[in-house]
């Protein structure tokens, strides 16, 4: 079996398992109050260039929907992209930690937000309108959830919009080492020196274990942020062995190196299936998802022959490249691609 | 430094840690649907004798308040002891999740809800009344918060109470192994079989490290619950290596040896202090806690001697037993509190 | 000044503001423990054929948000139209008192649900799928949003796909008495024989003043329902004032002849215009509303002569019908229409 | 019957209704947009004598709980007396439209909230602190709901605390009238002045009918209040019937002058049954309610003797005076007592 399922089902880094197991020794303060979380705030102030904020939560629903409702009042409106995770896949969690507010879905590609299509959203708000909610946030994905990544310049696009209209700008960053893997551009850059003002930081589906992260920017946010994820039982009292887990996960570029792993193992596959009739990429591949429609009888026949991926429709499959999948994995796809996609009549039958 | 802070500041067991290692092999299906919680379910099912739903959360306090807003509407009161956890120390995570619900301080001794106070306090309550709430739950902490443990007749005698009037019945296990350990029943005599309908099994505070759980015994409360965790951002996406902590927790009785060893060190401290005078316990020593009122100036000295504790108030202190509290350690205690209670006159200056 | 905005730009029926100043006399009980708020149980009971509770809230909003929230649980899905008011124009009040519950939009036409899309999306639900919330309850807005009436064997059809389904049936009555007179059947087979198991009895926008109503079908639902109406401050102490005006609303079929009046001049005019180029409904006029798609020129003229109307978009008009639209004011519209599509070219310049 | 219950089983001002019914009049845009509603916070302003925004809503619940929603976050205590109408008797609407937020009771004399103990209460707070919630707000009930008043340099201390820790000032006003006239300064000195945030400005039990307000003073709070109202349920559509009574309310002096008769019954009993063997107020008279230890059977005695009232404890009855209650009903009341206090032992049995 090959398992292109999902950057979930697979396995931690060994070094950060190792660095919880490092954590378990002496006692420590419990909540956070701990030197390996104090630290953590050192370490992640320097990777983002800037004093920062950073609370280790147990999952990225967490990070979400708990940044959401600190940029958002409850009857707040918060734009993001139709295909976002938090719109489609969370269970209206921003919803309902936001105390009732709600997501706006904006037009775009590829599933980002287009920056003009949320100016015009915005513009066509009424002020004082009481029956729908106040303009509160944007949510960018990052990468998308169709695994396109935005460009600098569009991110500091919709900041700029964002700014301009009083809004916050929240970026969910499951997969935010992919994308910088793939822009090739400072963490600060992507994130507040881009305006954003706070970060879902995800580490679970690049190697991660246990937790993800908030990363918070606009320092204002931070203390009443504490209190919620206190409240939302996100605060471990062994904070240590979720604190060392993200320690381990940012030392020495762990993160890049394995998110480079997996971005490089979709882009093989990529380039490998370029030309392959009957198969079409939805969206650009830039960071470690394919979504590539076939015809059925495809899909069946990959699964016949040992491969585990996500139907997305009857004709669209989606294909996650975790940090682990080897060149071999990676050509064993392509190659059974290419045979089945050249007998596609017999392969559907 | 001798750390009697809280049982959340020790270390993990060993074994549980290995057990989150050794999950770190293949892939598996993400949120729940892999192989180690499956075989949770089993492992639980045979504890607890009948088949019960158990779910992973992060923390205590997301397995009361999930288990609270299962059982109660949000309009609902849930009876608690004034010094419950849930009433105390998690930022109103039960109103939070229960959209509204309200915990009713119920009198009691030692940190325990009184059975025949709580049965007054339903008797009082006007039918069809709309001001102020509808019982709906009760909760009881075992082991309470004051270090007291309820016998069995009296988890039967409040859930025969809850049950006449259609209320269920909450068991915040936080310290569960500590007091199952002093009952000396089995796991099913101090839950379902007393009648209580949900358990926050706890773990993290007895050499746990980063999951507790919840136990479901009415199971039509487990599918709602299932989504209501996710929402709380509670069900990890890599779930086995929560599920292997609390599997590895439970297996050949690990949680009992833990327990047994932090209840024998209060025990040991408890049996030590008897009789020095200017000492005294406000609660019986049932479990690994104990609150001991003194003399100020001996809790400087304490703590000059390289005591670690909670000061509960200017002449109450709090001293809980981890697992891996040793003789010498407890011993230490002991003569440092003779020593100092002889001389507490000059302690105190 | 000829107003089209809203049927509720309008005056109250005088029976009903006479109804509540009678109530100005004597004490009693507050909070609905008076008489006039006890006959009401028995009058609504009475119309409806069966033992009903209603409780008197301040507004429609109110009403579906509470009726929505007393049916389902916090993570429910509610289906509705895209069009329905609950979903477009509520600030997402149902999520709100339903403590995170989401809207699902259903297709459909002329504002309506339709019952195959429902059901094909029921169908698409996988049980046990925790990512998207639960189907919980189906909402109908009767008459839709868009002016058009549910005829009685769809509503049946929703029932039983709702009831096979083990969901609940909403509806939105808003204009509940225009679309009882359409369709000419019983309160009761148009509400609960039709699976209806609570219902937004409107009245304000039918000559009613200061409240609307929630009839409960389902009886365990009542006495929750009757504690969150407190909690959300829609209980009020001197309820008499309230309850007088539905009885008067109802009494002797004064709201059968309100909404008989406003239907009929929505007719006058759907017949008047019929065959006038440039004009097209939108959508049957089964109601006191029409949707007019005509050039933007004609909306500017209309305005210039005097009528009142609500632009959805730059060329569709809402004309609203009032009980109190006099025949000279729905001729002087269709003249006016009539008149400004001869020369459409001239009145957009 | 002689009617003591409440303030709310009584009529309303003739002069109110009498507005509602000329309010019955054209046409008027719908949820605030009409000129009685903008013409209120005129009115409003110049008897406050300060730009307000001043918003009507159904009851004074609803003010109570959308005013703290709009001054405290959701993870916020929000501090008040034991006593205080929002802690005893709303059902925890505050902790529901807040969010989460939680009402901490500080000691006090005769229902009102000490200065002193508020400011001891608050150094105690730790800073940073994320287990418990933080401080966020301090609610005044004025009248208190034992039927004192706070003086003015009592306000102003409170307000004085709250501000020096950056906490908002809420005053429950459901019987501002009756603390009004009793302290005999101006609304602004009560309110805002005083260091008051928001005001729930009741008039019902004042002789108003089916409305209350919330007064505004801090205009941040204004924009995001009116969303929140919307979604509550809380803003008709045709508001100008709640508007147009509030106007009458306060034109004129009405409502002072309502609240110096009921004031004044209160009054005339206080001073009727001084000296009465048997009987005691458990606080002083200052506004319209009186609470009176008095023999269980005495309080039998009145019941046949015709007189309603509320029954607070076996010892403690409750009797409020109306706008209309007359001289000879509080002399009635004043013999009664006499008479059956003369003979408790008799009347007891």
Request: hydrophobic residues 50%; charged residues 20%.
């Amino acid at each position: 079996m090959i398992d292109y399922r999902s950057d979930n089902t697979g396995r931690a880094a060994p070094e950060i398992l190792n660095a919880l197991v490092r954590a378990n020794s002496g006692t420590a303060l419990g909540y956070g109050a701990d030197a390996w979380t104090a630290r953590l705030q050192d370490r992640f102030s320097e990777l983002f260039e800037t004093r920062v904020r950073v609370f280790p939560v147990a999952t990225g629903t967490a990070a979400n929907a708990l940044s959401l409702a600190a940029i958002a009042p409850s009857w707040g409106l918060v734009y993001c992209s139709e295909a976002a995770h938090i719109n489609t896949s969370e269970v209206n969690a921003a919803g309902f930690f936001g105390g009732g507010l709600k997501l706006v879905p904006v037009a775009g590609k590829d599933g980002r937000v287009d920056a003009e299509a949320l100016a015009a959203t915005l513009a066509a708000v009424q002020p004082g309108a009481i029956h729908r909610g106040q303009p509160a946030a944007v949510s960018l994905t990052q990468a998308s959830d169709l695994g396109a990544v935005y460009p600098l310049a569009e991110i500091r696009r919709v900041g700029e919009i964002a700014k301009s209209r009083g809004l916050k700008l929240h970026m969910d960053g499951a997969r935010f080492a992919n994308a910088l893997a793939r822009v090739g551009c400072s963490p600060a850059e992507m994130s507040w020196r881009a305006g954003v003002d706070i970060l879902s930081f995800g580490a679970t589906k690049n190697g991660g274990a246990l937790c993800d992260a908030i990363v918070v920017f606009a320092p204002e946010l931070a203390d009443g942020l504490a209190v919620q994820l206190r409240r939302a039982g996100q605060v471990w009292s062994k904070m240590r062995f979720a604190s060392a887990q993200l320690e381990a996960y940012i030392a020495g570029g762990l993160w890049l190196r394995l998110a480079q792993a997996s971005n490089a193992a979709a882009a093989r596959i990529t380039v490998g299936i370029a030309g392959v009739p009957g198969l079409r990429l939805i969206a650009p591949v830039e960071a470690n998802e394919l979504f590539l429609e076939m015809p059925a009888g495809v899909m069946d026949a990959l699964e016949q022959g040992g491969f585990q991926f996500y139907r997305r429709s009857p004709t669209l499959a989606r294909f996650v490249c975790r940090f682990d999948v080897t060149d071999a994995e990676a050509d064993a796809l392509v190659a059974a691609l290419k045979r089945h996609c050249a007998a596609p009549a017999r392969a559907a039958e």
